[in-house]
């Protein structure tokens, strides 16, 4: 079955640090992977996302690219921000009909970013 | 744009209690989903709905049940309340059956059994 794995957290920066969040996954075919945030008390959100192999998604300067040679989909910023702080999930969803758009997720990485 | 509506934000249940978690969603989306978020295990799928009449087990359905008698609207139920079932439960909506487009959250709601 499909599973994702993200590198263990929390994570702590001070601001204007570089951030990476790791991101594997194992799935059968050509998943779409997505990064979701979680903002304390609120549901997810998308970050950004990636349909097929070697595109890059990108919003709100964070960045990812979608490797199929190494399976994976690691997130990153350049210089993050207090407001960065959340919980960030990668996710992936099987391609074609029969998937319904299920999501497969990681468990989630909590970032934290102090002044 | 309300977008998906879950109620209610808390609840504390007793054992062996029930009751429905209530999600609605105002974009016409045909697939909706239930999450359930444990610390430290990401989120895990409950039932999913493909339209209205149409559910199916996810990955954890066992001590729940959902209906889907409208587009808008995918209840899901608690029959005999277990402390295993604490947890935060989000519900989600999509109009693309195919994973490309990504699923629309609510706020969730925070369960406690005890």
């Known amino acids: 079955g499909n599973s994702v794995t993200q590198m263990e957290g929390p994570v702590t920066l001070s601001e204007e640090a570089f951030l990476t969040i790791n991101c594997t996954y194992t799935?059968?075919?050509?998943?779409?992977l997505f990064w979701y945030v979680q903002y304390p008390g609120e549901g997810l959100q998308l970050l950004l996302k990636?349909?097929?192999?070697?595109d890059k998604g990108s919003n709100k300067g964070f960045e990812a690219t979608y490797r199929k040679e190494t399976t994976s989909f690691h997130l990153e910023k350049g210089s993050v921000q207090v407001s960065d702080s959340a919980v960030y999930f990668c996710?992936?969803?099987?391609?074609?009909?029969?998937?319904?758009?299920?999501?497969?997720f990681g468990q989630g990485t909590i970032l934290t970013v102090h002044p | 744009n309300a977008g998906v509506t879950q109620t209610p934000k808390f609840r504390i249940l007793k054992i062996g209690q029930s009751m429905t978690l209530q999600c609605t969603q105002d974009?016409?989306?045909?697939?909706m989903y239930w999450y359930r978020q444990d610390p430290g295990m990401g989120l895990k799928l409950i039932y999913y709905?493909?339209?209205?009449?149409?559910?199916d087990k996810g990955e954890v359905p066992n001590g729940y049940n959902v209906s889907r008698s409208t587009t808008e609207d995918f209840p899901l139920r608690l029959e005999l309340a277990a402390p295993s079932q604490t947890s935060v439960y989000f519900c989600?909506?999509?109009?693309?059956?195919?994973?490309?487009?990504?699923?629309?959250f609510g706020d969730g709601t925070r369960l406690s059994i005890l």
């Open positions: 799935a059968t075919g050509y998943p779409s």
């Open positions: 996710a992936l969803s099987d391609a074609g009909g029969t998937s319904y758009g299920k999501l497969t």
């Open positions: 989600a909506s999509s109009y693309d059956d195919r994973g490309n487009q990504p699923q629309h």
């Open positions: 709905s493909v339209g209205a009449g149409i559910t």
């Open positions: 990636a349909t097929k192999a070697d």
């Open positions: 974009m016409n989306h045909n697939y």
